[in-house]
């Protein structure tokens, strides 16, 4: 009895260390970057946490400091930003591809407005909290393009496979009212369909579908 207990606890073991760098438990790992007196910290944390708690979030997850601009921006698949302005949130998400996304700031409003591209995004919650009052809103992206594939997680490492991208006005964290979405379909050329926002890489011979949210 003792052997079989003995050799349960070191393939216990075994597993539990296998799955620190195994993406067979990577799907409920979240990657956090939060951003405090002009610092970086990115975290990998095996469960959601409370938004904005710092002191937490360094003490379960596990966080290194990182520089600006400096941070990696390969695919995510949950990804969580605790932010306080504008200018940090950018060089953090803009032109990332991201499967699922929580935004929660973290400090005062207004904000500056930003329009943030984002790739392949599929579910998007944020949350702020202005004199007192909450506010926390879901959106869940599902477009023409998806041709039934919502569901499954699309790698957009490989920026050939874009079809969808995203664009997030940051100025929704000022307003109370209900988060919105639409979408513009066939769009090859974003330097002549939307001038005003920054060029974003779309492959050559190949249109994907816009969508706005605000």
């Known amino acids: 009895m003792a052997f079989s207990a003995h050799r349960n606890n070191v393939f216990l073991i075994g597993l539990l260390s296998f799955c620190v760098d195994s993406s067979v438990c990577s799907e409920k790992n979240n990657t956090l970057f939060f951003t405090k007196e002009n610092t970086i910290r990115k975290c990998m944390c095996p469960d959601s946490i409370n938004d904005c708690d710092y002191s937490l979030a360094n003490l379960i997850c596990n966080c290194m400091t ?46 500056t407005t930003k329009y943030l591209t984002i790739w ?7 949350r702020s909290e202005n004199n007192g009052q909450l506010k926390q ?18 790698p957009y490492k490989d920026k050939s496979m874009i079809t969808h991208v995203a ?8 307003d109370s009212g209900p988060l919105k979405a639409y979408s513009v379909e066939n769009i090859s050329n974003t330097s002549n369909q939307f001038p005003y926002l920054d060029n974003f890489f779309i492959p050559s011979n190949k249109s994907c579908i816009v969508t706005f949210i605000y």
């Open 66 to 111: 990182v520089l600006p601009y400096t941070a990696d921006k390969t695919y995510y698949n949950n990804l969580v930003i605790w932010f306080t302005e504008t200018n940090m949130l950018r060089i953090l998400l803009n032109v990332t591809s991201v499967h699922n996304l929580k935004l929660s700031l973290c400090g005062t409003i207004p904000l």
């Open 120 to 126: 392949g995004l599929q579910k998007l919650q944020i």
């Open 137 to 154: 809103q879901s959106l869940t992206i599902s477009t023409s393009c998806d041709n039934g594939a919502q569901n499954k997680l699309m």
């Open 167 to 174: 664009v997030l006005d940051t100025s929704l964290f000022n």
